[in-house]
């Protein structure tokens, strides 16, 4: 379920506006554009009559100066989508005390239940390289979390022309294949140009994602990292690796005069130090980066060159992705097969 972030004072909301605004170093109109909000919603955000979308503050929050994020952070709360609806709910509970103590009972022991066939359904469960590329995804793209009204939420974006194949023929079925009977729902948002959204309420992988995998439930985006558990095996790596590149990663072909061939770039973003590290350790001993650190926009690049490498990704790492496999396909025909 989306959250909403309220700041708890007047002053903390101003204040996050104004070093947007200074890190930006633009016009407010200039910054709607960029994070293609509309005038009158992007006006009720700075004001206060509209909460911000959590995935949108985590994108504004980029742009903050560094050493006032943790203020920043320290002034805010996370709301569910449905706050409305769940003050509601706190006023029956005081009206009806009695009954929602003995329904929490009830809960109580059937939640019990609940772990227990959790445990059991998981037991001895091995991690796969399939598996593990359903983990590369998630870290690339996903998030997860449970809310007060006990709603466990699982969700993956993407954008719908580009990546709906790939959901729908690699990562979901590999989900289903742990989980019997799940229940994806794909959105495209009308807000937002060509998104998608695809969500699961099961606590059954909410349960996978948290004790198996060993994700902590919550904001993950300058914390995420690969689970150490995987971090031994290399088969396991290298395809967490690839559905890392097949989500969060992109090819640029460079078509300039100088280059007689399409040129490919494979490069990845992120604002997590920790998973930046993992992979920078581990591909460094198999290719030739190309990192730094972009002190402006806080992210950590990472970028491989070359047909040559490009070829050896192909062999050790590769795409299940059809929106890189294209782009892979077209540095092919532009050689010589012997050379490719």
């Given at each position: 379920?989306?959250?909403?972030?309220?700041?708890?004072?007047?002053?903390?909301?101003?204040?996050?506006?104004?070093?947007?605004?200074?890190?930006?170093?633009?016009?407010?109109?200039?910054?709607?554009?960029?994070?293609?909000?509309?005038?009158?919603?992007?006006?009720?955000?700075?004001?206060?009559?509209?909460?911000?979308?959590?995935?949108?503050?985590?994108?504004?929050?980029?742009?903050?100066?560094?050493?006032?994020?943790?203020?920043?952070k320290e002034s805010i709360e996370n709301?569910?989508?449905?706050?409305?609806?769940?003050?509601?709910?706190?006023?029956?509970?005081?009206?009806?005390?009695?009954?929602?103590?003995?329904?929490?009972?009830?809960?109580?022991?059937?939640?019990?239940?609940?772990?227990?066939?959790?445990?059991?359904?998981?037991?001895?469960?091995?991690?796969?390289?399939?598996v593990c590329e359903l983990i590369g995804?998630?870290?690339?793209?996903?998030?997860?979390?449970?809310?007060?009204?006990?709603?466990?939420?699982?969700?993956?974006?993407?954008?719908?022309?580009?990546?709906?194949?790939?959901?729908?023929?690699?990562?979901?079925?590999?989900?289903?294949?742990?989980?019997?009977?799940?229940?994806?729902?794909?959105?495209?948002?009308?807000?937002?140009?060509?998104?998608?959204?695809?969500?699961?309420?099961?606590?059954?992988?909410?349960?996978?994602?948290?004790?198996?995998?060993?994700?902590?439930?919550?904001?993950?985006?300058?914390?995420?990292?690969?689970?150490?558990?995987?971090?031994?095996?290399?088969?396991?790596?290298?395809?967490?690796?690839?559905?890392?590149?097949?989500?969060?990663?992109?090819?640029?072909?460079?078509?300039?005069?100088?280059?007689?061939?399409?040129?490919?770039?494979?490069?990845?973003?992120?604002?997590?130090?920790?998973?930046?590290?993992?992979?920078?350790?581990?591909?460094?001993?198999?290719?030739?980066?190309?990192?730094?650190?972009?002190?402006?926009?806080?992210?950590?690049?990472?970028?491989?060159?070359?047909?040559?490498?490009?070829?050896?990704?192909?062999?050790?790492?590769?795409?299940?992705?059809?929106?890189?496999?294209?782009?892979?396909?077209?540095?092919?025909?532009?050689?010589?097969?012997?050379?490719?």
């Amino acid at each position: 379920m989306p959250m909403r972030v309220k700041f708890r004072e007047e002053v903390d909301r101003k204040k996050f506006f104004e070093l947007l605004k200074t890190g930006l170093n633009s016009n407010w109109k200039n910054i709607r554009k960029k994070f293609n909000v509309p005038k009158s919603t992007f006006e009720k955000y700075k004001n206060g009559k509209l909460l911000i979308s959590d995935d949108l503050f985590e994108k504004l929050l980029i742009y903050v100066d560094e050493n006032k994020k943790k203020s920043i952070k320290e002034s805010i709360e996370n709301l569910p989508d449905n706050f409305g609806q769940i003050k509601g709910g706190k006023k029956a509970y005081v009206i009806n005390f009695e009954k929602f103590k003995e329904g929490r009972k009830i809960r109580s022991k059937s939640g019990e239940k609940l772990n227990k066939q959790y445990r059991n359904l998981f037991k001895g469960f091995d991690l796969k390289p399939e598996v593990c590329e359903l983990i590369g995804a998630f870290i690339g793209d996903g998030c997860f979390n449970v809310y007060k009204n006990k709603v466990y939420h699982i969700e993956f974006s993407g954008n719908f022309g580009l990546d709906i194949e790939y959901y729908q023929e690699r990562i979901i079925p590999i989900i289903e294949s742990i989980i019997e009977y799940i229940n994806p729902h794909i959105y495209k948002p009308k807000t937002k140009n060509n998104a998608l959204r695809v969500v699961f309420y099961s606590k059954k992988l909410f349960y996978f994602l948290k004790e198996i995998v060993g994700f902590i439930p919550g904001k993950k985006t300058f914390t995420v990292a690969i689970p150490e558990k995987i971090m031994n095996n290399e088969e396991l790596m290298r395809s967490t690796i690839r559905g890392i590149f097949d989500t969060d990663g992109t090819i640029f072909l460079d078509r300039r005069k100088s280059y007689k061939k399409p040129y490919p770039r494979i490069s990845l973003q992120t604002v997590s130090k920790n998973l930046y590290g993992q992979l920078e350790n581990y591909l460094s001993e198999k290719f030739s980066l190309y990192t730094y650190f972009n002190e402006k926009r806080h992210v950590y690049i990472i970028e491989i060159y070359g047909i040559n490498q490009l070829r050896k990704w192909m062999s050790l790492i590769g795409f299940s992705n059809k929106r890189h496999l294209d782009k892979v396909a077209l540095v092919a025909q532009s050689v010589r097969a012997q050379h490719w």
